[in-house]
Antibody, heavy 119, light 110 residues
Framework: QITVKESGPTLVKPTQTLTLTCTFS??????????LGWIRQPPGKALEWLAL???????RYSPSLKSRLTITKDTSGNQVILTMTNMDPVDTATYYC???????????WGQGTLVTVSS | QSVLTQPPSASGTPGQRVTISCSGS????????VYWYQQLPGTAPKLLIY???QRPSGVPDRFSGSKSGTSASLAISGLRSEDEADYYC???????????FGAGTKVTVL
């Protein structure tokens, strides 16, 4: 059974760096063809793709946010970390992680974690 | 402004067929697989269609996907009240070198 779950702060101040952790089970990010992505959704708005890391270590980022994002695999093997620098109130959103394939489909989604940016 | 264009809303009565369009370009839909996600109110998105027209296990065959050129469609036949949700198309964009979502279509069952 595959599960993914997001964790991190619920409130961050403007200009701070956000660090989110995706903890997963039921699959290995070292298995060929597997990927894990981050997606966010501001309240009442559409989904926005942020970043993706592949089984082979390849990483892809949203062009509009690339300078602020870093996605990494934890050495434990079952966590992926997303950092976003210079947070702004417009970054207030529910952040999701999702397990996917090399083709791009995102099969298993976490429940999401709401991050509010406010002073 | 998304590179994938979806109608903001669609509606139908129970039992009807509803179709949602997703228009893109040669750098995205025209050259990559299309995915559809269903997001019920207050819940995380769920993969509904993958690789243009494939249904994951457990997705009813009332849902079907198709693609032609730089456009894709999601059809819901035999519309049911539990189909009220937001539906998003998505694909890879070669020019952006990233994954893109449409702006979403809210389906209402009248």
């Amino acid at each position: 059974q595959i599960t993914v779950k997001e964790s991190g702060p619920t409130l961050v101040k403007p200009t701070q760096t956000l660090t989110l952790t995706c903890t997963f089970s039921g699959f290995s990010l070292s298995t060929s063809g597997v990927s894990l992505g981050w997606i966010r959704q501001p309240p009442g708005k559409a989904l926005e793709w942020l970043a993706l890391i592949f089984w082979d270590g390849d990483k892809r980022y949203s062009p509009s946010l690339k300078s602020r994002l870093t996605i990494t695999k934890d050495t434990s093997g079952n966590q992926v970390i997303l950092t976003m620098t210079n947070m702004d109130p417009v970054d207030t959103a529910t952040y999701y992680c999702a397990q996917g394939s090399a083709f791009g489909e995102l099969y298993y989604w976490g429940q999401g974690t709401l991050v509010t940016v406010s002073s | 402004q998304s590179v994938l264009t979806q109608p903001p809303s669609a509606s139908g009565t129970p039992g009807q067929r509803v179709t949602i369009s997703c228009s893109g370009s040669s750098s995205n839909i025209g050259n990559n697989f299309v995915y559809w996600y269903q997001q019920l109110p207050g819940t995380a998105p769920k993969l509904l269609i993958y690789r243009d027209n494939q249904r994951p296990s457990g997705v009813p065959d009332r849902f079907s996907g198709s693609k032609s050129g730089t456009s894709a469609s999601l059809a819901i036949s035999g519309l049911r009240s539990e189909d009220e949700a937001d539906y998003y198309c998505a694909t890879w964009d070669d020019s952006l070198s990233g994954y893109v979502f449409g702006a979403g279509t809210k389906v209402t069952v009248l």
